[in-house]
């Protein structure tokens, strides 16, 4: 069965840093844009970055730009999210998705048509 499977978060204080990771299992990704979304309590799904197939266009939300980086290894089947800087604002449940590569770009969650169960990022003092 075809999946995402998200890993590197964790409890961090501010000012510190995660990778996340999103392997696919199932999935050869290098067909696929990949998106990186999070969820904090209360609040809507939100797009934090995108990055196409090959890895030529990437898209990232003001809120985290020059702190986050998306990227991709192909090779290894994997796409990543770099988080610096963390502050407490960026506290939520972290979700990979992927959808089969696109002419028409986007980062909005119901584009995406495969997730991965989410991975808790936590930043507090």
């Known amino acids: 069965q075809a999946q995402l499977v998200e890993s590197g978060g964790g409890l961090v204080q501010p000012g510190e840093s995660l990778r996340l990771s999103c392997a696919g299992s199932g999935l050869e990704l290098r067909y696929y844009d990949v998106g990186w979304f999070r969820q904090a309590p209360g609040k809507e799904r939100e797009g934090v970055s995108c990055?196409?197939?090959?890895?030529?266009?990437?898209t990232i939300v003001n809120s985290v730009k020059g702190r986050f980086t998306i990227s991709r290894d192909n090779a290894k089947n994997t796409a990543f999210l770099q988080m610096n800087g963390l502050k407490p604002e960026d506290t939520g449940i972290y979700y990979c998705?992927?959808?089969?590569?696109?002419?028409?770009?986007?980062?909005?969650?119901?584009?995406?048509?495969?997730w991965g169960q989410g991975t808790q990022v936590t930043v507090s003092s």
């Open positions: 990055i196409s197939n090959n890895g030529g266009r990437a």
């Open positions: 998705a992927a959808v089969v590569s696109r002419s028409r770009w986007s980062c909005v969650a119901t584009d995406f048509t495969s």
